[in-house]
């Protein structure tokens, strides 16, 4: 089954303590992003990946690393987390045909993350 | 820069009835696409439907329809004979050709379905 996973799902964690939220698809896409969901905002990207160890800044990068050792997996990394980092984080991804065309983008299931 | 927006925070609809849900944009991108996501109380994000802007016909997909007004830069949903399990919040994202081709989501209608 084509999906993309994320783990974990949910995390309760306190301030400055480094967590990593891993990211994995089975597609074979080239393009893989990472958003955060806040109420009233919709998504916004927080950082992207064209292909391997080719990353970049999104909308909402600060904060936040990511790395693109391997095609399947973009793993998230707060390194000092913060209570405004509290949000709903979905990982994304779909093949990049370098257009609009209708790709469809998959989204993993979510990671609810609150930090206290 | 992209910009979407939503202007119903919330909407009611009676079962088996249709409803539209606005969308306009803003971009300087003379190609994009246009896509609905659908996110239940479960929370994942589905897909729905998507319209190119060079696209001649307005796309359809079940009881999804997409009314793409280029000239006024809308792009709305309809859902016709509405379900109780369609209520859940409804996104509207673009996605231009130029730069990192994000996708950029408005803020989202919550449609709830009356039996």
């Known amino acids: 089954e084509a999906q993309v996973t994320q783990n974990p799902r949910y995390l309760i964690t306190v301030t400055g303590k480094k967590l990593t939220v891993t990211c994995s698809q089975n597609m074979n896409h080239e393009y893989m992003s990472w958003y955060r969901q806040d109420p009233g905002l919709g998504l916004r990207q927080i950082y992207y990946s064209m292909n391997v160890e080719v990353t970049d800044k999104g909308d909402v990068p600060e904060g936040y690393k990511v790395s693109r050792k391997e095609k399947r997996n973009f793993p998230l990394i707060l390194e000092s987390p913060s209570p405004n980092q509290t949000s709903l984080y979905f990982c994304?991804?779909?093949?990049?045909?370098?257009?609009?065309?209708?790709?469809?983008?998959?989204f993993g299931p979510g990671t609810r993350l609150t930090v206290l | 820069a992209q910009k979407i927006t939503q202007t119903q925070p919330g909407m009611f609809v009676q079962e088996k009835e249709a409803v539209t849900l606005d969308c306009t944009y803003d971009t300087s991108d003379p190609s994009y696409g246009l896509f609905w996501y659908k996110q239940p109380s479960s929370g994942e994000m589905i897909f729905l439907i998507y319209?190119?802007?060079?696209?001649?016909q307005n796309a359809t997909e079940g009881r999804y329809s997409l009314n793409f007004q280029k000239a006024r830069k809308s792009a709305n949903l309809v859902i016709s004979a509405s379900q109780l399990g369609d209520s859940a919040m409804y996104f509207c994202?673009?996605?231009?050709?130029?730069?990192?081709?994000?996708?950029?989501f408005g803020s989202g209608t919550r449609l709830q379905v009356q039996p």
């Open positions: 319209q190119g802007s060079y696209d001649q």
């Open positions: 994304a991804s779909r093949q990049d045909r370098g257009s609009t065309g209708g790709d469809e983008q998959f």
């Open positions: 994202a673009m996605r231009g050709r130029g730069g990192r081709r994000a996708l950029t």
